[in-house]
């Protein structure tokens, strides 16, 4: 590949490269297992650069690459436990692009729904979402039972849920 065609494909890359991620952890249930099924994608995307027509859009082209990757990462983790069946697998990858095109919508609505939220709960959320502690251990420093803990993010992510659902139809 030339320095032209290298130069696009970093620049595609790395504008998609968070949409690829979210793509993947439909289909993955760890983050860990996401990240590294994309870095597997992005060797095979750059390895396939030179079949990629540039008059048509890049993610769905590199989405087709991590699927691939995903179906060759859960064959090589047969032995481990799976939480999706291979036809759920196949429903979600074919379900993601349609679903994908109101994402920055949705995305941009939960940023203001969540600005909107009282200090402590948006706390919370960040506790449990941003640092990705479970609920177990996020109870023992905020000392309140898990079950408490449960109970307010669920009461949290329904108010979240509503505030979103509101501002998507008023802009529409």
Same mark, same amino acid.
């Given at each position: ?6 130069r696009r494909?970093?620049m ?7 949409d ?9 249930p760890s983050?860990?297992d996401?990240e590294?099924v994309?870095?597997?994608a992005a060797?095979a *995307?750059?390895?396939?650069? #030179?079949?990629?027509? !540039? %008059?048509?859009?890049? $993610? ?5 690459f +991590? ?7 859960r064959r090589?983790q047969?032995?481990?436990?799976r939480?999706?069946?291979?036809a759920v697998v ?8 349609a679903d ?7 995305r941009e609505a *939960?940023?203001?729904c969540l #600005?909107k939220?009282? !200090? %402590?709960?948006?706390? $919370?959320?960040?506790?449990r979402?941003? +640092?990705e502690d479970?609920v ?10 898990a079950n408490?803990?449960y109970?307010?993010l669920q009461r949290?992510r329904?108010?979240?849920m509503d505030?979103v659902?509101?501002t ?5």
């Amino acid at each position: 590949m030339d320095d032209d065609g290298s130069r696009r494909f970093v620049m595609l890359f790395a504008r998609h490269e968070r949409d690829l991620y979210r793509y993947v952890l439909t289909l993955l249930p760890s983050p860990a297992d996401a990240e590294d099924v994309v870095q597997e994608a992005a060797a095979a *995307l750059w390895q396939n650069f #030179g079949g990629f027509d !540039p %008059g048509r859009p890049f $993610l769905p082209w590199a989405c087709r690459f +991590a699927y691939h990757q995903v179906l060759n990462f859960r064959r090589r983790q047969r032995t481990h436990r799976r939480l999706f069946s291979d036809a759920v697998v196949e429903a979600l990858a074919v379900e993601w692009p349609a679903d994908s095109e109101g994402a920055d919508a949705r995305r941009e609505a *939960l940023d203001g729904c969540l #600005g909107k939220l009282p !200090p %402590g709960d948006r706390d $919370l959320v960040r506790l449990r979402y941003a +640092a990705e502690d479970d609920v177990t251990a996020l109870a023992g420093r905020t000392g309140q039972t898990a079950n408490a803990l449960y109970k307010s993010l669920q009461r949290i992510r329904k108010s979240l849920m509503d505030c979103v659902t509101r501002t998507l139809a008023e802009e529409r």
